[in-house]
């Protein structure tokens, strides 16, 4: 199977010769990837270098003057390095782009930690109007991107090296299907349960299944995390015997909990956050092992998760 960052490459080189509206910007990364769509398309698809504050800038330029941008590195260089100009080359001049990462909170761990980012998503956070997907499989990374592309809003996905073996429909039409999410992103409903509800982000939806078989839970698929399906979560808990939520996300434990607390603010309830801890892990070791350590394998999710619910 390929990873979502081949299948970004080949659908964004597709995408390029169907939408004249279309740019792609890169700072090295993936650049042998997109040389055949940079020959086709030579004014459209721009290498700016290992420059990243310009690569942002320059896909807010292009954004500006009427074009549907893409931008493209690691999630470290995309985000954490140049978030000024995220900040104020799109979001303070009111325009949209898709902003595309690769190596999620840890899928290099040879690199080092400047190439780890498990707190992009929390510092997107702090800025108003994005979208942001964390897609679990190659098929619902090509859905997404198709789906950003085509509006004109800002939108942040986040691809990963870690993919769940089978897709979910994560359309705005298919996603929350079963739980009346209607025409929007939202949870997906995969197993129905009393004893509480676990909401699964992206790539960790299958070390989730692992770690909850045989427990009376509730588990949601995210692919989709901001907007935060706020109605699904309420109608969730309503339909089990406790309002207990656990959020396991990819990425900075905590990132989420403050969004299912104001979604359950009118219902007692208690939440639990698993994700990637704060503290630094200096030894590169290998991208299995950094999951383990940060407890999101299915042993150490069924130990968190059952000594949450059994309080």
Do not use: C
Not at 7 to 31: H, K, N, W
Not at 70 to 79: D, I, K, R, W
Not at 152 to 165: A, G, I
Not at 210 to 221: C, H, K, M, R, S
Request: net charge negative; no cysteine.
């Amino acid at each position: 199977m390929d990873t979502m960052r081949d299948r970004f490459i080949s659908t964004t080189s597709l995408l390029l010769d169907e939408d004249p509206r279309l740019a792609v910007v890169l700072a090295e990364i993936s650049g042998d990837g997109f040389e055949a769509a940079r020959r086709r398309h030579p004014d459209r698809v721009i290498n700016v270098g290992i420059r990243e504050q310009l690569l942002v800038g320059v896909g807010g330029g292009l954004a500006l003057a009427g074009l549907r941008p893409v931008v493209h590195t690691f999630a470290s260089f995309l985000v954490e390095r140049p978030f000024e100009q995220v900040k104020l080359d799109f979001g303070h001049q009111g325009v949209g782009g898709v902003l595309v990462s690769a190596g999620a909170s840890y899928d290099w761990p040879a690199g080092g930690f400047t190439h780890m980012a498990p707190g992009d998503v929390a510092l997107l956070d702090t800025l108003d109007g994005w979208t942001v997907h964390v897609p679990g499989h190659p098929d619902e990374a090509e859905a997404l991107l198709r789906d950003a592309v085509a509006g004109d809003d800002r939108v942040y996905v986040r691809l990963s090296l870690q993919s769940n073996r089978l897709p979910y429909d994560v359309t705005r039409n298919g996603a929350g299907r079963g739980n009346g999410a209607g025409a929007g992103f939202g949870l997906t409903t995969v197993r129905e349960g009393r004893a509480g509800v676990v909401v699964a982000v992206g790539p960790l939806l299958e070390n989730v299944l692992a770690a909850t078989e045989g427990l009376d839970t509730t588990v949601l698929y995210a692919a989709t995390v901001r907007p935060f399906d706020a109605a699904a979560l309420r109608r969730a808990v309503a339909a089990t015997d406790r309002a207990d939520v656990v959020l396991v996300e990819p990425y900075l434990a905590g990132t989420s909990t403050a969004a299912a607390n104001d979604a359950l603010a009118e219902t007692p309830h208690r939440v639990l956050g698993l994700g990637v801890a704060r503290r630094e892990l200096r030894r590169y070791g290998t991208l299995d092992e950094h999951v383990a350590a940060h407890g999101l394998d299915p042993a150490g999710l069924r130990g968190r998760i059952s000594a949450f619910l059994a309080r």
